[in-house]
């Protein structure tokens, strides 16, 4: 229990600072956008290649993959079948609902409890990759086809959803940084010293931002105070 409790104190400190931040205004309004774009883009993919480059190929093919796998299939169909009969919703408003339902948080949350707690998280790379190459494709083969055939707006042509998937690897850095690490990993590479130290060095970066910008993201902003008290609310500014 203890060493439970020492695994997760670190994630509630670092997003209790963050919270004391975003209300003291110290960053400034636009604190929560800017850190979440840096871990997104720059220290999380930085992370995550050095993790998954330096762990063995027979790593990827861990029997815990395939109950994680079951479940979220499970989990998303439950969710389509609710939203569709109990909830009379379209095509597309059902593959929304079965996304929200089975899919996980494993980037920006799930690696710093992985790191923290675990200290491991060699496993969250199997996680981002069977949702990516799996769930997502088929999400947006529903999504692309609802649209169509839901009366969608104007730019969901046909095989949109099939350019999205097409194009998802090289829009997102964390799959990039995944599959890189998965392709060095496979084929025994190291990277040279300077650079495998500068990206253990960024990456180190990624799971306290991670969760100072969670603590920000609780207080909701400069507003957060006054919306407590049931004032107006500010539109969001992290998108």
């Known amino acids: 229990m203890h060493a439970l409790l020492s695994g997760f104190a670190p994630i509630w400190v670092l997003t209790g600072i963050g919270y004391a931040v975003a209300r003291g205004g110290l960053l400034g309004e636009h604190a929560e956008r800017v850190l979440g774009r840096f871990v997104f883009h720059v220290a999380m993919p930085a992370a995550l290649f050095t993790v998954v480059a330096g762990s063995r190929p027979a ?3 861990h029997p815990s993959m395939v109950a994680f796998a079951a479940g979220t299939a499970l989990v998303c169909a439950l969710g389509f079948l609710a939203a569709r009969r109990l909830f009379g919703r379209g095509l597309a408003d059902a593959a929304i609902g079965s996304m929200a339902s089975g899919y996980v948080n494993s980037a920006n949350l799930g690696i710093p409890v992985a790191v923290q707690v675990l200290g491991d998280a060699s496993f969250v790379a199997q996680v981002i990759l069977f949702q990516v190459l799996v769930v997502s494709p088929v999400i947006l083969t ?7 055939t839901d009366g969608g707006p104007a730019d969901a042509r046909p095989g949109a959803g099939l350019r999205r998937m097409l194009t998802m690897p090289v829009r997102n850095p964390i799959i990039m940084a995944s599959l890189l ?3 060095v990993s496979a084929t025994g590479l190291r990277l040279p010293a300077a650079l495998g130290h500068s990206c253990d060095v960024l990456g180190a970066a990624a799971v306290p931002t991670a969760l100072i910008t969670l603590g920000l993201s609780l207080h909701g902003g400069p507003g957060g105070a006054s919306r407590g008290r049931g004032g107006p609310r500010r539109p969001s500014r992290s998108g």
């Open 59 to 61: 790593d990827f093919a």
């Open 142 to 148: 529903l999504l692309d086809s609802g649209t169509r």
């Open 181 to 183: 690490g998965v392709a």
